[in-house]
């Protein structure tokens, strides 16, 4: 047995001298299944060899770099506890910009579909805010599909589910598109490091062309599954932002807009495939870089005619939307929550 002593005080000294007290406390409290305030109500309370050893066990896990998330098989977001397992990447707090930016754009009894769902964490928020839009999850793995499913169950939230890859055999158009796609450039040293090393690649390599293969495919395609009107949104790392932006200008999107995470920086672009009026297509506004792009890119909360050069606008740092953290394990970027920080 590790030596953690043989009392609640035992087990959370030895994990602190090993972990953050964050942490550290979470794991311990879970590992004796107690609150957290019994760790600090309780110290002398003796705890069982079988207790003692799963809180030994948990801590040797997260030093060795493995996600919280996993460790305990749940997560919290947008304020919904989810089951976490390998087969997904643990959602980030950033990612909470990319639902926050998708509500406004969701009109009454609108489809939507969340491209890419993992454990369901973007639809399943979706959902539970507009109970009357019809939210449809795909994955290309079928085991994401059946976490996403057990989550929807648990919680009591409607959402369809579907295995399929990108946008191939969907059926039907969508008012909104929200995507968290894979976006890290493959080699990316720091998918070799800590909390990464535990991640599926599938989720986290975009390719070998700055991480945006995947974008670049999914935003080729989804007009063609877009109503005139609709909306797609991606999430992306903060210093893609201008090369997303052009991507979206290239395939004649409007309206591209780029939104801030809670820390400020470039996280979700969105554009609109434009609406029919009479019996023409109108895409509005018609600025974007140097003027000749059809759509118009801006920052959100910042001037969408502001450009540098021939590139994006600037950021504008007041132009922050991010939604209620459903834990406080959060993330610097697309680390896993508490856990690390993940390239770009």
């Known amino acids: 047995m590790a030596d953690t002593g043989a009392t609640i005080a035992g087990c959370v000294a030895h994990a602190r001298r090993r972990l953050p007290r964050y942490e550290a406390d979470l794991l311990v409290s879970r590992s004796l299944g107690v609150p957290r305030s019994h760790l600090y109500a309780f110290g002398e309370r003796v705890v069982d060899p079988a207790s003692s050893e799963r809180v030994a066990a948990a801590v040797a896990r997260r030093q060795d770099g493995e996600p919280v998330a996993y460790i305990l098989g749940e997560r919290g977001f947008w304020g919904l506890d989810l089951e976490i397992s390998p087969d997904v990447l643990v959602p980030r707090g950033e990612t909470e910009t990319l639902v926050a930016t998708a509500l406004p754009l969701i009109a009454a009894h609108a489809r939507v579909l969340?491209?890419?769902?993992?454990?369901?964490?973007?639809?399943?928020?979706?959902a539970s805010e507009r109970t009357d839009a019809t939210?449809?999850?795909?994955?290309?793995?079928?085991?994401?599909i059946d976490l996403c499913r057990r989550n929807a169950e648990r919680l009591g939230i409607a959402v369809e589910t579907r295995v399929v890859d990108?946008?191939?055999?969907l059926e039907g158009r969508f008012d909104v598109i929200v995507s968290n796609p894979p976006y890290v450039d493959d080699r990316d040293p720091r998918l070799q490091r800590g909390d990464l090393r535990f991640?599926?690649?599938?989720?986290?390599?975009?390719?070998p062309n700055g991480g945006l293969d995947f974008i670049a495919r999914l935003v080729g395609a989804a007009p063609d599954h877009l109503q005139p009107g609709g909306w797609l949104c991606v999430e992306h790392g903060y210093d893609q932002a201008?090369?997303?932006?052009?991507?979206?200008?290239?395939h004649a999107y409007c309206e591209i807009q780029c939104h801030l995470d809670y820390e400020a920086r470039p996280r979700v672009t969105v554009g609109s495939t434009g609406r029919y009026v009479g019996n023409g297509l109108?895409?509005?506004g018609a600025r974007y870089g140097n003027g000749r792009g059809r759509g118009r890119c801006g920052w959100a909360g910042g001037d969408p005619t502001h450009s540098r050069g021939e590139g994006a606008p600037l950021p504008a740092r007041s132009g922050r939307h991010w939604g209620a953290t459903g834990s406080p394990e959060r993330s610097a970027d697309r680390g896993t929550g508490a856990d690390t920080e993940m390239p770009a």
């Open 135 to 144: 939210v449809v999850a795909t994955d290309i793995d079928p085991a994401c």
């Open 166 to 169: 990108c946008l191939e055999g």
């Open 199 to 207: 991640e599926p690649r599938c989720a986290l390599q975009g390719g």
């Open 282 to 284: 109108v895409r509005p």
């Open 114 to 126: 969340d491209l890419g769902t993992g454990s369901g964490a973007i639809a399943l928020a979706i």
């Open 242 to 250: 201008e090369r997303v932006a052009r991507l979206f200008d290239v």
